[in-house]
């Protein structure tokens, strides 16, 4: 899989944890991410907290590809939530109306 700049795609990490991050920039050893989000699973449903509390959100952080088990494409749903809850903007879904 190609990891693009600029793009929002779900990490597994060695830990098990699940990321949800926007991609700034790619090098050979690490990824660049900006305002990393945790999936947690909750009685109601699947949701995202901070992935780092003590850190500035407002800062890229890094993540080690070593540390990276599994990286994939977010489903739009799971984008649309990340953008609502980084930015406070709701995307306009793109589903045909019908009358």
């Known amino acids: 899989m190609n990891i693009e700049a600029e793009e929002i795609y ?3 990490i060695s830990n098990g944890d699940e990321i949800v991050a926007r ?4 090098t050979d050893t690490h ?3 900006s305002k990393p ?8 449903g ?10 500035n959100p407002e800062k890229m952080v890094s ?7 599994m990286t994939a494409t977010v489903h739009d749903d799971v984008r ?4 609502e809850a980084t930015t406070g903007i709701r995307p306009v879904s793109k589903k045909l109306l019908m009358g």
């Open 10 to 12: 779900t990490f597994k």
């Open 23 to 26: 991609v700034e920039a790619v």
């Open 31 to 33: 990824y660049t991410l």
């Open 37 to 44: 989000l945790t999936v947690v699973p909750s009685p109601q």
């Open 46 to 55: 699947i949701q995202m907290i901070m992935g780092l509390f003590t850190a």
């Open 63 to 69: 993540l080690n590809k070593s540390a990276v088990s």
């Open 80 to 83: 649309d939530s990340y953008i």
